[in-house]
T-cell receptor, first 115, second 114 residues
Framework: NAGVMQNPRHLVRRRGQEARLRCSPV?????VYWYRQLPEEGLKFMVY????????ESGMPKERFSAEFPKEGPSILRIQQVVRGDSAAYFC?????????????FGQGTRLTVV | GENVEQHPSTLSVQEGDSAVIKCTYS??????FPWYKQELGKRPQLIID?????GEKKDQRIAVTLNKTAKHFSLHITETQPEDSAVYFC?????????????FGEGTQLTVNP
């Protein structure tokens, strides 16, 4: 599962700036999931994407957050006008298909710090 | 939606003892239950999983049991070692339309004392 690549590993942004987090899934995987982990908490689902489609964004905050997974290139999680409460680890996971009981492989995460 | 509760939040054992972590879930449609180990500052790593058509699964010192009727599942680690110290997360997934979307428990900080 080392194939899920996230960058940057660490990102520092000032309040009000934009944060762009990138995720390249395991080669051949067309399904990407983003999770957020606040300090000392569990992972919370944010969004599930397939190539060029958002399948489930029920975990995404209504404002400032967006995600995409274009036909070419990595999936991008974008946070506009960041606030201190956005400081967290953001993990991306990929799987080969939406079939039942498919293991999701996690990337190393991006640790966002808002100062 | 699905809700997963995990207990205990912290667990301290002596090296060589067993450790048990329990989770309950709310959605009877959930059919896939993985357990992840997360060391400080690292990504969650799958250590074992179980599917709803199986009641128990074992892999060396790690075992997981599933009770579908009661909607709970447990992780058992035997002969614990200091390197087992980490945060352990249970999760549940409905699969199918949800793909591999996982609902996680809040985690258990396991400390194995030498």
């Amino acid at each position: 599962n080392a194939g899920v690549m996230q960058n940057p590993r660490h990102l520092v942004r000032r309040r009000g700036q934009e944060a762009r987090l990138r995720c390249s899934p395991v080669k051949g995987h067309s399904h990407v999931y983003w999770y957020r982990q606040l300090p000392e908490e569990g992972l919370k689902f944010m969004v599930y994407l397939q190539k060029e489609n958002i399948i489930d964004e029920s975990g995404m905050p209504k404002e400032r957050f967006s995600a995409e997974f274009p036909k070419e290139g990595p999936s991008i999680l974008r946070i506009q006008q960041v606030v201190r409460g956005d400081s967290a680890a953001y993990f991306c996971a990929s799987s080969p298909s939406p079939s039942v009981n498919t293991e999701a492989f996690f990337g190393q995460g991006t640790r966002l710090t808002v100062v | 939606g699905e809700n997963v509760e995990q207990h205990p939040s912290t667990l301290s054992v002596q090296e060589g003892d067993s450790a048990v972590i329990k989770c309950t879930y709310s959605d009877s449609a959930s059919n896939y239950f993985p357990w992840y180990k997360q060391e400080l500052g690292k990504r969650p790593q799958l250590i074992i999983d179980i599917r709803s058509n199986v009641g128990e699964k074992k892999d060396q010192r790690i075992a997981v049991t599933l009770n579908k009727t009661a909607k709970h599942f447990s992780l058992h680690i035997t002969e614990t070692q200091p390197e087992d110290s980490a945060v352990y997360f249970c999760a549940a997934s409905i699969g199918e339309t949800s793909g591999s979307r996982l609902t996680f428990g809040e985690g258990t900080q396991l400390t194995v004392n030498p």
